[in-house]
């Protein structure tokens, strides 16, 4: 018997929520009714698009008027939580909190005892010891020193000599404010002006634009030690986290880069997000090489350059190191009518072959990361963040009941597969990576009538080679979480000092912001280890060293990491 269609006297909201095409049981009508429901989830995503659109043109109409548009104010949940589509609720399984004790943590700097009055006690008390109190506090008093320096002139050697300041106190400030500006600026998040105000009150006087120069000029020695924690790092594990951002330098749009694993996190900025800006950011920066080997043409087959071209690039000579000059005449010369993208994809090739053949710097094995265009190929495997799959799902928004319940009972199916898969890293097996496969191709092939739903899972169901390379390497992680957190503490940085105005300061943050991130992963305090560095002191190894050092003792058996 067929189901009957609910009547048309209700709201063709109640109509979405009782229609259900599983009860009815004629093939023909059930099937037509799919089709109008997911015509009206299309439709609703466009009505929202186009709401989207126009609310864009109006506010650009606004500007142009010299008017405000409409402010971007996030929506809030019941809880009033921003809305966003995390996934920790549903990935993350609930632990027992236990209050650890900090005591221990906590550096002694003086010993008092405090004495009961003796008037006040009874005649037959007894001493009992002592009982025990930590009061943490903080003093803030100036140091100004007037050094006087001696001076002596020779007539026989017409020179006079003068005694040095001690180390660490060139310039007008010694290293305790320089130590405190540098550590609030990077490590406390606070503006340029906030910080004179602060020294202001404590009774420093410093110019703005010598403040400025302290926090971006003359730290060739940090920059230094940045590039010895990335070579470092690079070569503690065979596979890396990677997401980019979005950086303004001097008004101009730029990409801010993350490269980071357990140990360490470097930023380096570049003007573009391309693969070639990629692939030069994995040298540090050092300037692209091209070389056409076997690599490079194989590496042309996946980006479907004409044969032609092909053909024509095999003429060319092989197996030598090129500068992108150099490179560029070749191209120039010999294949002369290349189209833009087709030039792009020769390039690309190129450097990626010569990346994997230098020696100079360490070659990263594997990358963690998005599926941005840009990250493919660079690396002999990519391994895909399910976190960020799944965000793909959340963002789906059903207005139709089946296809609200379908998307609920896919997305605890889906995280319920994230867990298996965070069980078999902790005892992988031949026969549990076969079910895993089994249960994936399950997972995302199953069809659930919900259109948007099924073409999403298909795209998924494409990935399975980067989803699934942790059953052949259960070291690896399965998000991208820690670089994505990397992130968005540099975009925490650009809100609240807004952006850098030369490739000077932005260095400078590149560099400081790396250091800061780092002597975290390490457990070493910022604040000391700049203290440290500017005063010459060496009580703290290099932070490459200490990098070395863990990921010797602990090769990629990073159980601390939080999946």
């Not at 259900?20 to 997911?38: F, H, K, Y």
């Not at 015509?39 to 698009?49: Q, T």
């Not at 230094?224 to 008004?251: C, I, M, N």
């Not at 990358?367 to 793909?392: M, N, S």
Request: net charge neutral; aromatic share 10%.
């Amino acid at each position: 018997m067929t189901q009957k269609l609910p009547s048309s006297d209700k709201s063709e909201s109640d109509l979405l929520q009782a229609i259900d095409p599983s009860g009815i049981a004629d093939e023909s009508m059930r099937r037509t009714v799919e089709i109008l429901l997911n015509l009206v989830e299309e439709l609703n995503s466009r009505i929202k698009g186009l709401e989207s659109e126009n609310q864009q043109l109006r506010d650009e109409n606004n500007r142009l008027k010299g008017e405000q548009g409409k402010p971007d104010i996030k929506s809030k949940n019941k809880k009033g939580l921003t809305n966003n589509h995390s996934s920790e609720k549903e990935r993350l399984t609930p632990k027992k909190h236990s209050k650890s004790g900090k005591n221990q943590s906590i550096k002694i700097d003086r010993d008092e005892i405090l004495e009961y009055p003796q008037e006040l006690l009874p005649a037959d008390t007894q001493f009992k010891g002592y009982e025990f109190v930590i009061v943490q506090d903080i003093r803030l008093t100036t140091d100004n020193v007037l050094f006087r320096k001696q001076k002596y002139y020779s007539p026989s050697k017409g020179k006079t000599y003068i005694a040095e300041l001690p180390r660490s106190y060139e310039g007008e400030f010694g290293p305790g404010i320089k130590t405190l500006v540098i550590s609030l600026y990077y490590g406390g998040n606070m503006t340029q002006g906030k910080l004179l105000e602060f020294l202001e009150d404590i009774g420093i006087s410093m110019s703005a634009g010598y403040l400025s120069n302290l926090l971006i000029k003359n730290h060739e020695n940090f920059e230094t030690e940045k590039s010895e924690v990335y070579f470092s790092g690079l070569t503690s594990s065979p596979w890396q986290h990677f997401d980019q951002t979005g950086a303004r330098v001097g008004g101009v749009n730029y990409t801010t880069n993350v490269v980071c694993n357990p140990l360490y996190t470097v930023y380096f900025t570049t003007p573009k997000k391309d693969r070639l800006s990629v692939l030069q950011g994995l040298q540090n920066g050092q300037e692209l090489e091209f070389i056409l080997n076997s690599l490079t043409f194989s590496l042309l087959e996946n980006f479907q350059l004409p044969q032609k071209c092909k053909n024509a690039l095999k003429l060319l000579p092989t197996e030598t190191v090129l500068s992108e000059v150099q490179f560029n005449t070749l191209l120039d010369t010999y294949l002369p009518k290349l189209g833009s993208q087709q030039r792009s994809r020769i390039m690309e090739a190129a450097a990626i072959a010569f990346y994997h053949q230098q020696t100079d710097w360490p070659v990263v094995e594997t990358l963690v990361c998005d599926d941005a265009p840009q990250f493919k190929l660079l690396t002999d495997d990519l391994a895909l963040c399910w976190v960020h799959e799944g965000r793909h799902y959340k963002k789906l928004s059903p207005v139709v009941a089946c296809h609200q319940q379908a998307l609920n009972k896919f997305l605890d199916d889906f995280w319920d597969y994230y867990r298996d898969l965070l069980a078999y890293k902790d005892s992988p097996s031949q026969p549990g990576a076969e079910k895993l496969r089994s249960e994936f191709d399950k997972l995302f092939d199953t069809e659930s009538g919900y259109q948007q739903l099924d073409e999403r899972k298909r795209l998924t169901a494409a990935k399975i080679k980067e989803l699934l390379l942790v059953l052949e390497h259960p070291e690896l992680p399965l998000h991208n979480n820690p670089a994505e957190l990397a992130a968005r503490t540099m975009v925490q940085r650009r809100n609240i000092s807004y952006a850098t105005q030369t490739p000077e300061g932005t260095k400078a943050w590149d560099t400081f912001m790396s250091l800061v991130a780092t002597t975290r992963k390490l457990g070493i305090s910022f604040f000391e280890y700049v203290r440290d560095r500017i005063s010459r002191i060496g009580n703290i190894p290099s932070l490459g060293t200490i990098i070395r050092e863990k990921s010797s003792s602990n090769p990629f058996g990073w159980s601390w990491m939080p999946e």
